[in-house]
């Protein structure tokens, strides 16, 4: 550490002595640890420690940096970001996040039960077996159902 009345000589040295005493360790390597780096939460918590480490590397250029982020994302995410072909990392970003809530959409709470309720709904909530619901006859229903059944017949017998 540099004594307080003894000024740095340069911008370079004094960058160097706040690595020394405030920067990560010169045993980590941030360039593995950013191949390595696979989602296991959401897609923004990915973002950000993918960002954090992608700053700590030089030399990469944008388009392995773009192949690296999709490469950790989880399987189904990084399946639908490459059909859209993305060309850069803010847009596979996007990508991955609108696909991420398309999912999320999608899943099912394990909690809840696949089967129908054992109580039995009001008549007027019923569906059939195609999903319509099922309709009470009333007597203006039975009267059109004549109707119609007459004009069939009607039709026909011509």
């Known amino acids: 550490m540099q004594a307080r009345n003894h000024a740095f000589p340069s911008w370079v040295a004094f960058t160097r002595a706040l690595e020394m005493s405030f920067g990560p360790s010169p045993y980590e390597c941030p360039r593995s640890d950013l191949f390595k780096l696979t989602q296991s939460g959401s897609v ?24 690296c982020f999709v490469g950790g994302l989880r399987q189904d995410i990084r399946r639908d970001v ?9 847009r596979c970003v996007s990508l991955a996040k609108l696909f991420e809530e398309k999912y999320a959409a999608q899943r099912v709470d394990p909690n809840r039960r696949h089967c129908r309720p054992h109580r039995r709904l009001p008549f007027s909530f ?10 009470i006859d009333t007597p203006l229903r039975s009267r059109a159902k004549m109707t119609l059944w007459r004009w069939v017949l009607v039709v026909k017998g011509d």
């Open 44 to 67: 923004h918590e990915y973002y950000v420690k993918f960002t954090v480490l992608a700053n700590r590397v030089q030399g990469i250029t944008s388009e392995a940096l773009l192949d």
């Open 126 to 135: 019923r569906t059939n077996a195609h999903g319509f619901p099922l309709f």
């Open 82 to 90: 490459l059909v859209q072909d993305p060309k850069t990392l803010m």
